[in-house]
């Protein structure tokens, strides 16, 4: 079966300091996909990225930045000189031919606070 | 544009209560979900469609039904509400089932409690 941790439960930075979120995953299928959510204090659940295993490329978008490794099976998220505006809940999640056809298994998340 | 619209934001039950949550989307996907976020958890399936009048079983269903008429809406319905199902509830949507069909598009939650 899939699963997801997250095991940073709270971070605590202060402004334009980076961080990294961390996001280790277990499935047994070769082809599966990976995902990062935010979820600021408003409520909603912000998209950030998908990764399918088949791509081990690094991304960067802005400050953020992703860091895929098959061979520790993570996927870890990193936010370059931090902002106040990041403080979110930040989720990783995992899509796999063992769940239904759009399942997404989710991490705990990380609760993510950037002191001024 | 609306994208996925899930109405009431807040609800008190007493428990016993019965009520639906409704969900809409308005860009034609195929599939739509159900999910509950429960402190120290991430969200858990508990529902979800993969076209109008299919429904399956997610991970947590029990004390939860759904129906889809419709390609546009996926209502959840408890039955006899218990204090366990107190918890945010996410209606989520994707034009297409395939797994990579990209993101799952999250409506802003439904925030349910039961005394």
């Known amino acids: 079966a899939q699963k997801v941790t997250q095991a940073q439960t709270e971070i605590s930075v202060v402004e334009k300091e980076d961080v990294t979120l961390d996001c280790v995953y277990e499935?047994?299928?070769?082809?599966?996909?990976l995902f990062w959510y935010k979820q600021p204090p408003s409520g909603e659940l912000v998209f950030l990225i998908r990764?399918?295993?088949?791509?081990?490329q690094n991304e960067i978008s802005g400050r953020y930045s992703w860091n895929f490794q098959k061979s520790t099976s993570s996927f870890n998220f990193t936010i370059t000189a931090s902002q106040v505006v990041d403080s979110a809940v930040y989720f990783c999640?995992?899509?796999?031919?063992?769940?239904?056809?759009?399942?997404?298994?989710f991490g705990s998340g990380t609760q993510l606070t950037v002191l001024p | 544009n609306a994208g996925v619209t899930q109405t009431p934001k807040f609800q008190v039950l007493k428990t016993g209560q019965s009520m639906t949550l409704q969900c809409a989307q308005d860009?034609?996907?195929?599939?739509m979900s159900w999910y509950r976020q429960d402190p120290g958890m991430g969200l858990r399936l508990i529902h979800y469609?993969?076209?109008?009048?299919?429904?399956d079983q997610g991970e947590v269903p029990n004390g939860y039904n759904v129906s889809r008429s419709t390609t546009e809406d996926f209502p959840l319905r408890l039955l006899s509400a218990a204090p366990s199902q107190t918890s945010v509830y996410f209606c989520?949507?994707?034009?297409?089932?395939?797994?990579?069909?990209?993101?799952?598009?999250f409506g802003e939650g439904s925030r349910l409690t039961v005394l």
């Open positions: 469609s993969v076209g109008a009048g299919i429904t």
């Open positions: 990764r399918n295993s088949f791509d081990e």
């Open positions: 860009m034609n996907h195929e599939y």
């Open positions: 999640a995992l899509s796999d031919l063992s769940g239904s056809a759009r399942q997404l298994t």
């Open positions: 499935t047994r299928d070769t082809t599966y996909y």
């Open positions: 989520a949507s994707s034009y297409s089932i395939k797994r990579d069909a990209g993101e799952l598009f």
